[in-house]
């Protein structure tokens, strides 16, 4: 069982930049890779990133690749989503999520956090 706690999330200008977190309870938090996902008013929850159980490797979507980067610390069970050049159109409530990693792509398991609500303004 892993219990996931997002916070970081609020108002910014467009342009802007965010910091999200996600505290994970797990003590075998280093055993799953861990991602992010976004769900904005009206829409279908999305794929943002994720990262693999070292943090050596990485995979994002089109929509945020050169603006958003996932990083993690084991050592602190904690996942972040470093958030740059904000738009509106990335104005979501964030999710963390547990998973793992198969042939360069992550899945992600049943494990959700309550998310954090990111809004930006234009």
């Known amino acids: 069982q892993v219990q996931l706690v997002e916070s970081g999330g609020g108002l910014v200008q467009a342009g802007g930049s965010l910091k999200l977190s996600c505290a994970a309870s797990?003590?075998?938090?280093?055993?799953?890779?861990m991602g992010w996902f976004r769900q904005a008013p009206g829409k279908e929850r999305e794929f943002v990133a994720a990262?693999?159980?070292?943090?050596?490797?990485?995979v994002s979507a089109d929509s945020v690749k050169g603006r958003f980067t996932i990083s993690r610390d084991n050592a602190k069970n904690t996942v972040y989503l470093q958030m740059n050049s904000l738009k509106p159109e990335d104005t979501a409530v964030y999710y963390c999520?547990?998973?793992?990693?198969?042939?360069?792509?992550?899945?992600?398991?049943?494990?959700w956090g309550k998310g954090t609500l990111v809004t930006v303004s234009s």
């Open positions: 797990a003590r075998t938090f280093s055993i799953y890779a």
């Open positions: 999520n547990a998973g793992g990693w198969r042939r360069e792509n992550y899945f992600g398991l049943d494990y």
């Open positions: 990262i693999s159980q070292s943090g050596g490797r990485t």
